[in-house]
């Protein structure tokens, strides 16, 4: 349930029954239980324009406030706050709704927007590492969000697969063996022995100069060399994709060699556009107020990466019809993207009320500060760390005896892979961050573990009572109530997430929630023996836990981390 815009609703009422002249304006949540379940604080802003004291303004709107159905008592507080509660009533039956529908009651949006969120893209020639963790999450909770809020999502993995070393590399391979599989076993080998050869061996550094021209001119035997190449490659990343639980298909391969024949008309209708120039034998576009200019084509003919991203851009406004692009790259091509963004405006490739959007992310850092890099200072490949968060959940998993081999494997995939995207998903995206195993893989504080945890011991609340959760929700004491706004908070929470791209308001969210849910569940126990509470209490706080457990599963199965039953 949109709570704000309802609540934002009843004060705009009463400004005009005030006859007070007002914008649009909004509450914000209470910073204290005492402060009540939301305040107003735009008294304070309006006192000089309509030259009132504050407090009298609040007044007025208080006078003026419709205080049946959905609020249930305001207050005036300090130079003019207003401090309002919800009515009981009201939050009771929202929650009802929200635990009996299949999605919260939470609204598919009534004008969804086409959104392509673009993310992951990995470079072909190298084994997924570390760098790619932050894109690939990121994206996809991005996805999974705009999705569940109704939006038309288009995943799109732009891939780099195209570009001079792949003659090298496609070279090597057909040295190696035409199968392939052997010798692509570990990218990272066979990049680095491709580059040995190159290096040492001139006959093949000519054959592999060669095989650039070939393949950029279609030839067969080239492109199929390259296409296996790239097959084998892909393969690579979608296991690491399976691994992590992130919705990435081939589908969704929309690689940069895609738009190589469109480079061309890139060019030339830029030129009509009359935005080239010719600086020091290459074409480039000059933008306003940059020094560096953008450049499209070098003097030997080749395109660049901003060509490419030109192409897709184009590709994406027109042939995806896309109202909002968010591109879900490191924060170190901000100046990448701000250029292609504005040649692309100024171009027309794309109309000026398309959103593009860089969601940048900061870089993975290790306990020292610096870049996560391996003992030697190589970089971390993906897939061995993912191996490694799996190993050490098994450590985490409580009284291993009443499990199978098996179920072992599969809990720990699901704590451990929890644990490294959440630790990712939960802070600012901007911010750099130290990767810390102890601190992700713990059972206190903001992590995964705890929220799983607390989605566990619902479970065995239920296990316990044995018997259908359907009863009434009633509120009862201030700690229900403040759980079940909390609850309510859900839907307006998702839509900021989505607005912003922070998959981080979403896990404060739930750690908030499952933090409150754990203190009323203390304070207000349902299945302990000799408890004195009625039928109808027990079967509300029962109630109130179910939803509780279920916005905790969709809250995580959004950032693309399952829940499991028992822990
Ligand atoms: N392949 C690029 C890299 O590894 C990322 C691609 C991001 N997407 C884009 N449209 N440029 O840096």
């Known amino acids: 349930m949109k709570l704000k815009s309802q609540i934002n609703h009843v004060i705009e009422n009463a400004f005009s029954k005030a006859g007070i002249p007002h914008k649009a304006m909004s509450v914000s949540e209470a910073t204290k239980a005492e402060f009540g379940d939301y305040q ?98 990121i994206g996809d ?38 199968d392939g599989s052997v010798s692509l076993k570990n990218l990272e080998i066979f990049y680095k022995d491709a580059k040995a050869e190159f290096d040492a061996n001139p006959k093949f550094a000519d054959k592999a100069r060669e095989y650039v021209v070939k393949i950029q001119s279609g030839d067969a035997h080239c492109l199929t060399l390259w296409q296996k190449f790239i097959d084998i490659s892909l393969g690579h990343c979608e296991e690491v994709y399976h691994k992590l639980n992130v919705n990435l298909s081939r589908k969704d391969v929309r690689a940069e060699s895609f738009y190589n024949d469109d480079l061309s008309h890139v060019v030339s209708d830029l030129e009509k556009a009359g935005l080239l120039t010719q600086s020091q034998g290459a074409k480039c576009v000059f933008l306003e107020g940059d020094e560096i200019p953008v450049i499209i084509q070098k003097g030997d003919g080749g395109y660049l ?47 000026e009320k398309v959103k593009l959007e860089h969601i940048a992310f900061g870089t993975m850092m290790d306990k020292g500060g610096k870049p996560f890099k391996t003992r030697d200072g190589g970089t971390i490949k993906l897939i061995d760390l993912l191996d490694e968060a799996v190993n050490k959940a098994k450590d985490t998993i409580n009284n291993k ?36 195993w102890d601190k992700m893989l713990s059972f206190e504080g903001n992590t995964s573990l705890y929220m799983q945890y607390a989605y566990a011991r619902i479970q065995s609340i239920f296990r316990k009572y044995n018997a259908p959760i359907n009863g009434k929700i009633i509120i009862g004491d201030a700690l229900e109530h403040h759980l079940a ?83």
């Open 40 to 137: 107003f604080n735009g008294a304070m802003a309006l006192s000089k324009k309509l030259g009132k004291n504050p407090r009298e303004i609040a007044n007025d709107i208080i006078n003026h406030l419709d205080v049946t159905g959905l609020l249930s008592k305001v207050e005036i507080a300090g130079p003019g706050f207003i401090n309002i509660w919800l009515n009981p009533l009201f939050v009771a039956s929202e929650c009802q709704l929200a635990v009996e529908s299949e999605r919260l009651n939470i609204a598919q949006r009534e004008n969804p927007s086409k959104v392509v969120v673009d993310y992951s893209g990995p470079n072909m020639a190298k084994q997924m590492h570390v760098g790619h963790l932050r894109s690939t999450i």
């Open 141 to 178: 909770t991005l996805a999974n969000l705009l999705h569940f809020l109704g939006d038309e999502v288009t995943r799109q993995n732009h891939i780099g697969d195209w570009g001079t070393q792949f003659g090298m590399l496609i070279a090597y391979l057909e040295m190696k063996d035409e």
């Open 305 to 351: 990466y901003a060509t490419t991203d030109l192409a897709a851009l184009r590709f994406r406004a027109k042939n995806l019809e896309a109202d909002r692009i968010c591109y879900v790259v490191d924060a170190r091509q901000a100046g990448h993207f701000k250029q292609v963004f504005k040649v692309a405006k100024n171009a027309h490739f794309v109309d």
């Open 401 to 436: 005896e009443q499990y199978t081999q098996e179920e072992i494997d599969a809990l720990a995939k699901i704590i451990g892979i929890g644990a490294v995207k959440y630790a990712d998903l939960s802070i600012n995206r901007e911010s750099n961050y130290i990767f810390n």
């Open 485 to 567: 706004v909390m609850l309510l908070r859900f839907e307006d929470m998702l839509n900021r997430t989505a607005i912003d791209a922070s998959p981080n308001q979403l896990s404060t969210y739930l750690y908030e929630l499952a933090t409150l849910f754990m203190r009323f569940y203390e304070q207000n126990p349902i299945l302990k023996e000799g408890i004195n509470i009625t039928e109808e209490t027990k079967e509300s706080r029962l109630a109130l836990a179910n939803l509780t457990a279920k916005t905790i599963k969709q809250g995580l199965d959004i950032l693309g981390i399952e829940v499991v039953d028992k822990l």
